[in-house]
């Protein structure tokens, strides 16, 4: 089956001191053609914020924010009137739609790490909406939890699109079997923490693995791993 995968040494690097943006995809200064998404999937960064810094107010329009809080604590404030915090374990998503404008800075004593994920859109301009989760590891080990997905639900978030994200976090030796439309789906596996095997390809620590044109993916852990899967249209 078609597959891309993307080194942790092959991805684009912005550092600015008190950010460390690591891009699976392109983004703002680093341009690939041949990494200009992953489908619908458009931005994929991995990203570390000192304490004390942060992102200012800017605005966002017709794009699905996912944030996937790794490590530390940032605060949410936005024009909708939302005033949140989210650390460890939190995902948070923003339908921008019609649009919005929001900030976000490290409120804590230590260095944030999160995943910031962009989706295009199912339906344009829509009205904005802004949801939290918390997916505690102790609860979801040994186990691929959803996190996002198309679907409205009190155990998820849920987005404008027809795409869905689980983490992992799984024992060495554990396999998962994960199956999709083949006809208009794609897998965007990136992995935290550990070692997978995923369809015979070797995935070490903040790699990625895109597959396509395949009902089923295996994943199989060779070291206790933490990881997300991006299921997510490849095809407008």
């Known amino acids: 089956m078609p597959h891309t995968i993307i080194r942790a040494a092959d991805r684009g690097l912005k550092?600015?001191?008190?950010?460390?943006?690591?891009?699976?995809?392109s983004f703002g200064p680093y341009a690939n053609p041949?990494?200009?998404?992953?489908?619908?999937?458009?931005?994929?960064?991995?990203?570390?914020?000192?304490?004390?810094?942060?992102f200012g107010l800017h605005a966002h329009a017709n794009m699905e924010i996912i944030s996937v809080m790794l490590a530390g604590r940032m605060n949410h404030i936005d024009s909708l009137g939302f005033k949140e915090e989210v650390s460890t374990d939190?995902?948070?998503?923003?339908?921008?739609?019609?649009?919005?404008?929001?900030?976000?800075?490290?409120?804590?004593?230590?260095?944030?790490?999160?995943?910031?994920i962009w989706i295009e859109p199912k339906l344009q301009n829509v009205t904005p909406r802004y949801q939290r989760r918390h997916f505690p590891a102790e609860k979801r080990r040994n186990q691929l939890t959803t996190?996002?997905?198309?679907?409205?639900?009190?155990?998820?978030?849920?987005?404008?699109?027809?795409a869905k994200l689980s983490l992992g976090y799984?024992?060495?030796?554990?396999?998962?079997?994960?199956?999709?439309n083949q006809l208009?789906?794609?897998?965007?596996?990136?992995?935290?923490?550990?070692?997978?095997?995923?369809?015979?390809?070797?995935?070490t620590q903040r790699e990625s693995i895109g597959l396509w044109e395949t009902a089923s993916v295996s994943i199989e852990c060779t070291?206790?791993?933490?990881?997300?899967?991006?299921?997510?249209?490849?095809?407008h």
């Open 34 to 54: 041949v990494r200009s998404g992953f489908g619908l999937l458009r931005v994929f960064n991995d990203d570390f914020v000192k304490p004390g810094n942060g």
């Open 184 to 203: 208009n789906k794609g897998v965007f596996i990136f992995l935290m923490e550990g070692a997978l095997t995923v369809n015979g390809e070797a995935v």
């Open 90 to 116: 939190w995902v948070q998503i923003m339908s921008a739609g019609t649009g919005l404008r929001h900030e976000e800075h490290n409120i804590g004593d230590d260095e944030v790490n999160f995943l910031q």
């Open 15 to 25: 550092d600015i001191g008190w950010l460390q943006s690591n891009f699976s995809l």
């Open 170 to 180: 799984f024992d060495a030796g554990q396999t998962v079997s994960y199956n999709l």
């Open 223 to 235: 070291a206790e791993s933490k990881f997300i899967v991006i299921e997510a249209p490849i095809n």
């Open 147 to 162: 996190v996002v997905s198309n679907e409205e639900g009190t155990a998820h978030c849920w987005i404008n699109q027809n």
